[in-house]
């Protein structure tokens, strides 16, 4: 509805502008100047003026519905991932400010304190003790990536028996590997492993090391939402290439980062992303750190800690 917003307001005046002879709510289509192709000059005013007003607007109002139609198929991220590897934690863009630019996505929270989700509009935190809360509009995020979620396409989601079947099922069938993909997937789960991350607190050490002693959980026989991004590969060194997956059960009290499942069955939607937006952090510590180092092998060992035995099942 958003969208067309300003289109239907214009053809209202449009028709408005038209139907002149009915201004103010009287009928002149019998007065004699009117019958000789002349408006009176009240009404010659009216006209122009409405005139004036639709030419101003037109060009504002195009140019609105182009910028949120643009917004839909974008991807905003917050930092980049060589940042987040090398300890760059501090939340520097709000919880509220990140909902400004989409209501589905993921990332995590200050001090690397939790995994974030957001889904339907809502920002949820699953925390190294395997709590799932609201976040408040103030709580600031390091590292997120987020859109607008508009369903581009839908799929029946198999009996999977892995995350990385997971992957390889929905890389078969979205072939768009240059773009961003916003995936969606609502399924049973026979079992889900996943895991969460404590606050840190200074000096931070490297994402990597933080990683080895990560709590991990294994749940079994629940419902829930998968929130997922694939990247493509030539975006590596400032997001995760390939996908990123985050769990919150539907009735959002068990979350996480995704290291392995068994899905029974669901319904897969995505969206595919043409725009990408980086907000980088001003901050003298993050111009400190040099970015540069190529960082994908840790990358894939933090992401793709998937099937380990799980210390705690539940």
């Known amino acids: 509805m958003g969208k067309n917003l300003f289109a239907d307001q214009r053809i209202a005046f449009a028709v408005s502008a038209g139907r002149v002879g009915h201004f103010g709510g009287r009928d002149h289509s019998h007065a004699p ?19 004036s007003w639709l030419a101003l607007i037109g060009p504002v109002a195009l140019g609105a519905e182009q910028a949120d139609t643009d917004r839909a198929d974008r991807i905003t991220q917050v930092s980049v991932i060589n940042g987040l590897m090398l300890g760059e934690y501090d939340g520097f ?53 987020i859109t607008p979620f508009e369903t581009d396409g839908t799929i029946p989601c198999p009996e999977l ?12 069938r979205l072939q768009e590997r240059n773009n961003f993909v916003a995936i969606r997937i609502e399924a049973g789960v026979a079992s889900i492993t996943l895991r969460s991350v404590p606050a840190q607190e200074k000096p931070y050490k490297p994402l990597q090391a933080i990683a080895r002693s990560q709590p991990i959980w294994t749940h079994r026989g629940i419902r829930g939402s998968f929130v997922g991004i694939r990247s493509p590969q030539w975006a590596r060194d400032i997001t995760v ?30 969206d595919i992303c043409g725009d990408w937006t980086v907000k980088l952090d001003r901050s003298a510590a993050f111009n400190d750190k040099d970015l540069s180092g190529d960082l994908r092998e840790q990358v894939k060992q933090v992401e793709s800690l998937r099937g380990e035995k799980s210390p705690a099942n539940r």
């Not at 100047?33 to 005139?51: E, F, T, V």
């Not at 892995?162 to 078969?172: A, G, I, K, T, V």
Request: hydrophobic fraction near 40%; include cysteine; glycine fraction near 12%.
């Open 93 to 145: 863009v709000s919880i509220k400010d990140l909902l400004g630019s989409g209501d589905f996505g993921l990332g995590t929270l200050d001090r690397l304190d939790g995994e974030l989700i957001v889904l339907d509009g809502a920002a949820y935190q699953a925390r190294s003790s395997g709590e799932v809360v609201a976040v408040p509009p103030a709580a600031t995020t390091p590292f997120a990536a």
């Open 241 to 270: 290439p390939g996908h990123h997956w985050h769990f919150i059960s539907a009735d959002r009290r068990i979350g996480g980062h995704v290291l392995d499942c068994q899905i029974q069955e669901g319904t897969i939607r995505y």
């Open 33 to 51: 100047d009117q019958q000789a192709g002349i408006l009176p000059r009240k009404k010659r005013s009216a006209g122009l003026w409405i005139a």
């Open 161 to 172: 028996a892995s995350l990385e079947r997971l992957d390889q099922f929905l890389d078969e």
